[in-house]
């Protein structure tokens, strides 16, 4: 594995223009989309912070201080419905923006994602640049 | 004056009181008393006097009266060959026997003296005997004789008269009682015949020299004569006015007429000469009050002048006449009705069918026999479909004749068969076509007709006789062929008849056989007949329930509430239909499909008709269906994710190694990571649009329609597709219309089927130019727009682009391999277009490029409730 490269305004134009490090929270039990969803954000100048199941996830969020979560819904332990629901449920946690990522592109996903409290959805495969525009929107980071 | 002419007068008084008492007598016997009475006068002095009749069936003496016989009475009886008195019915000469007591064969010994036996005789005929006795031996003289003789012969004609009467009100009732048997088989001729029979009775019995019968033609008030008697020229069919001639008045007054003298008379008409017509009698035909003819006799003898007697005769007739005329106008009324009723026959269900006419062709052919006279007959069919002729009822001809059959052609019946003339053999052993089978001695004359139902043979019709004396003329032919129309018209009705049976039958094996269970009830609610489906579907036998109410009987308390509510529906005239659940026997629940349906017979309601039709199966199946659907959505969904996971992290890590290997400079690798990163992103494609068509056909795509601007769609589409265009070398152009402005529909689709549109243009092209037109039309049926995809590509021929927009069907499979793509995004374009209201079709030639034009209504029509927001990915 190559080492990750020290973020910079210069190698990371979309971080041209803020002034602080969006924190994201990843909930995902796939190791490799874990690893290459977190080094594309990491290169993008994004602070990445990994959960491998549900609980993990809930745990981890109540503990830090993330401005957006990217939460996948198949996981093990508890699912990413239940553990949205969970943090939506809690004070503490209701305020941070969730962003479901599902390779569950079915009709009726995304509303059952909506539902269990997301902010907003996206399927897999990742577009990123379609991600990183949600991002953008939900942390009020854009320009 | 003399003492013997004063004698002479008082003789002549006491005749002319013979004379009064006999024509005033009402019967044989009464002319015989006033035959004893009047010789028995004290101016006639004849005191012992018997009158005998002979009683035709013995030949006895008959003592009708008798003066001076003591120990005999009416009734008293002389056999054959006793009595003098038996001379004069061997001769018709009067004897006279001076002496009795001479003659060995006397019998009577009442005055024993002399006797004279004088005959009575009618029409040359001795009928009777006058029998006059004296207590001395020669006691009559000549002047005795000649009263005697004088009072014999008006006795005789007095006894001829009544007898002749007699026989006429016989004959009257014997005619009468042929009309009642005839009165479903004689027509207009027939009644002509019989009054002209009657007439000619009439005329005779009058002793007149010629008569008229004449029918009143209600409709137009005139007299039709029908039969004529020796009155010149035949005047029959001549029409009279009412008030013209004798008739004609007689007509009017519907009272009686005398004319003594005719010529004088003012009224007389001047076809009648002195030849014919001297004098005239006339009386109304009236049934009740209404005239139906006038009778007629006259007498050309100058000396004859007609009285109030004759009249009295011939008012003997009126009645018999009229009965006979009122008889035939009913006959043609009934006619009349028995032919609209045979229109009706097909409603006479329970009339007779094939069995009974045998029976009724039987009694036809018996009746013909007797009213023909003849020995024998037979009754053929003629099966249209063979040809053959199939005897149906024989008479007197052999005991095997019925069933058996013959061609056309073959022996008598079989030449009436062929000709469709009737036919009269008067010696069949001579005849040509005579058969074996009738070469017996049974047939020697044969009359035969064909049955016919207007143009159409039926039948045949055939009356023998044994004796070759027996001809046949046109009168037996007229009855032959009125029994002939009769049995045509019995087995035609049984031909209807069967045939409507046989589509009865039809529609009851249809109920009967039928797998839905059916079931009728009349208005009362009342179950009338089920079928054996309804038996099956529900457990209860027919005779179970009929009379039962079908709703309470099939209905569980849920149910009841909605089935009578169908069931008033149905009774109100309408047709209903319906699902539910309905109570077996057993109380078990059975889904059905129901309809309610009145039954109308002509035009009037007589019950309703239901029907059920198990659909437990149908059900089952459709949750099968449905649960096999759901493992098919489930198995997609699973598929598609367990897919997009690894595909995720090829595609990630492909576009982050381009990435990197750009930063480094190391871009000997790139070309090869964007194969990679292509390869996966055509797997994407093809995922997301097998996705998308198993949607559309699970019925599960929604159309979320929203107000959007269609140049903003068509910008953004164009711009995402410009490079793909720029690589294969093509040029892709623009071309849209100031007044597109905005649509509502789906964006999110519209935008999909004008990718796909596009890519697929582009993907078929190269070094060429794709076009995207897009326009605005005004159509009565509201906006439309137009987007137009052009290409200067290969094209298709007819035969690719009649499958372009079926599923995997891209022009070849090899295109597939040379051109990419999935070969689905077609038929999601067409299918998305349909579903909002409009349509995708395409246009080529090999070699010219493509075109394909997507109408879509500026106004989706479809606008579901819940925004969806379906899977796409590009």
């Not at chain 2, 597109?740 to 190269?766: I, P, W």
Request: with cysteine; aromatic share 4%; proline share 3%.
């Amino acid at each position: 594995m190559r080492p990750l490269r020290p973020l910079t305004p210069q190698n990371s134009p979309e971080l041209g223009a803020t002034q602080t490090v969006t924190k994201i929270l990843l909930v995902e039990d796939d190791e490799m989309n874990r690893d290459m969803l977190s080094r594309r954000l990491i290169k993008r100048g994004y602070d990445v912070i990994i959960a491998v199941d549900g609980q993990e996830g809930v745990d981890r969020a109540r503990s830090g201080d993330f401005d957006i979560i990217l939460m996948d819904m198949s996981l093990p332990v508890m699912d990413g419905w239940t553990a949205t629901r969970t943090l939506k449920d809690d004070e503490a946690t209701a305020g941070i923006p969730v962003i479901a990522l599902t390779a569950h592109a079915m009709q009726g996903d995304q509303e059952k994602a909506m539902n269990a409290g997301c902010d907003d959805f996206d399927t897999k495969p990742v577009d990123l640049k379609r991600l990183l525009g949600k991002i953008e929107a939900l942390t009020g980071v854009a320009d | 004056m003399s003492r013997a002419s004063d004698a002479e007068a008082r003789r002549r008084s006491a005749l002319l009181r013979l004379s009064t008492g006999i024509a005033a007598a009402h019967d044989e016997r009464e002319v015989c008393r006033a035959a004893v009475d009047g010789l028995h006068d004290r101016d006639l002095g004849y005191d012992f006097v018997g009158v005998f009749l002979v009683d035709p069936g013995t030949g006895d003496r008959v003592m009708q009266a008798s003066v001076g016989w003591a120990g005999t009475h009416e009734g008293y009886r002389i056999p054959t060959g006793q009595g003098l008195s038996e001379r004069p019915l061997k001769d018709g000469e009067v004897h006279y026997t001076p002496k009795v007591r001479r003659e060995a064969e006397h019998v009577l010994a009442a005055a024993s003296g002399s006797e004279l036996d004088l005959p009575l005789t009618v029409d040359d005929e001795v009928i009777g005997v006058i029998v006059v006795e004296g207590a001395e031996e020669d006691a009559f003289g000549r002047e005795d004789l000649e009263i005697l003789t004088a009072a014999a012969r008006q006795a005789s004609l007095a006894i001829g008269r009544m007898r002749l009467i007699e026989q006429e009100r016989r004959s009257a009732e014997e005619q009468r009682a042929l009309m009642d048997t005839m009165r479903d088989l004689s027509g207009e001729l027939e009644l002509e015949k019989l009054l002209g029979a009657l007439l000619q009775r009439a005329v005779k019995l009058l002793g007149v020299t010629g008569g008229e019968l004449a029918i009143y033609d209600e409709a137009h008030e005139e007299l039709v004569i029908v039969a004529g008697h020796e009155m010149g020229a035949d005047a029959a069919g001549t029409r009279m006015g009412i008030g013209e001639g004798a008739m004609g008045h007689v007509a009017r007054t519907r009272e009686p007429l005398v004319i003594p003298d005719y010529q004088a008379w003012n009224g007389r008409s001047a076809q009648y000469t002195q030849d014919t017509v001297q004098s005239v009698v006339a009386a109304p035909l009236l049934i009740g009050s209404r005239l139906v003819g006038v009778i007629a006799a006259v007498h050309s003898d100058p000396g004859h002048a007609f009285g109030r007697e004759d009249l009295r005769l011939l008012e003997l007739f009126a009645p018999h006449a009229a009965v006979a005329i009122h008889n035939a106008d009913l006959f043609t009324a009934e006619r009349r009705r028995a032919l609209e009723q045979t229109a009706l026959l097909e409603t006479l269900a329970d009339m007779a069918g094939e069995l009974e006419l045998s029976v009724v062709l039987r009694d036809l052919l018996v009746r013909a026999a007797e009213l023909l006279n003849v020995t024998g007959g037979e009754l053929a069919i003629h099966d249209e479909e063979s040809g053959e002729l199939r005897i149906a009822a024989s008479h007197n001809m052999g005991a095997d004749a019925v069933g058996t059959t013959m061609t056309q052609g073959e022996g008598a019946m079989g030449r009436v068969a062929q000709t469709m003339a009737p036919l009269i053999i008067p010696d069949y052993l001579e005849w040509r076509g005579s058969t074996e089978k009738y070469r017996d001695g049974s047939v020697r004359t044969v009359m035969a007709a064909p049955l016919v139902i207007g143009a159409r043979l039926v039948g045949v019709l055939a009356v023998v006789h044994s004796d070759p004396r027996r001809r046949f003329g046109e009168e037996d032919l007229g009855l032959l062929k009125l029994f002939a129309t009769q049995a045509a018209i019995a087995i035609e009705n049984a031909r209807l008849f069967t045939e409507a049976r046989h589509r009865e039958q039809y529609f009851e094996d249809l109920v009967q056989n039928n797998p839905v269970a059916i079931v009728t009830m009349d208005l009362e609610f009342d179950i009338t007949s089920c079928n054996p489906a309804f038996e099956e579907l529900f457990g209860w036998k027919e005779e179970e329930i009929l009379g039962r109410n079908l709703d309470q009987l099939v209905n569980t308390a849920e149910s009841l509430d909605e089935a009578s509510a169908y069931t008033e529906e149905a009774y109100e005239g309408a047709v209903i239909r319906g699902l539910g659940k309905r109570a077996r026997r057993d109380g078990t629940l059975v889904d059905v499909e129901l309809a309610g349906v009145p039954v109308m017979v002509d035009g009037e309601q007589v019950g309703i008709m239901g029907l059920y039709h198990d659909i437990s199966d149908l059900l089952r199946a459709q949750e099968q269906a449905q649960a096999a659907n759901q493992a098919k959505s489930s198995f997609l969904a699973n598929m598609s994710h367990e897919l997009r996971t690894p595909l995720n992290a090829i595609l990630g890590y492909s576009e982050m190694l381009m990435e990197e290997a750009e930063e480094d400079g190391n871009e000997t690798y790139v070309p090869d990571l964007r194969k990679i990163e292509s390869a996966g992103r055509h797997l994407l494609a093809l995922i997301n649009d097998v996705l998308d068509l198993s949607k559309i056909e699970a019925g599960k795509t929604e159309i979320y329609v929203e107000s959007f601007d269609v140049r903003e769609v068509v910008d953004a589409v164009t711009t995402t597709l410009r490079p793909l265009v720029e690589k294969n070398g093509n040029t892709l152009v623009l071309q849209c219309d100031e007044d597109v402005c905005e649509m509502e529909s789906d964006l999110t689709k519209v935008r999909q089927m004008l990718l796909n549109l596009l890519s697929n243009a582009n993907k078929f092209t190269e070094r060429g130019t794709v076009t995207l037109s897009v326009s605005r039309e005004y159509g009565e049926d509201g906006h439309w727009l137009t987007f137009r995809v052009q290409d200067t590509g290969i094209g298709m021929t007819p035969e690719q682009l009649g499958k372009v927009f079926e599923p995997f069907q891209q022009a070849e499979a090899s295109t597939t391999r040379r051109f990419g793509g999935t070969g689905l995004g077609l038929a999601i374009t067409r299918r998305f277009s349909r579903m909002m209201g409009g349509d995708v079709g395409a246009e080529s030639e090999e070699g010219a490029g493509a075109t394909f034009t997507l109408r879509l209504p500026a106004r989706a029509p479809l606008a579901p409730p819940s925004p969806t927001y379906p899977a796409e990915l590009t």
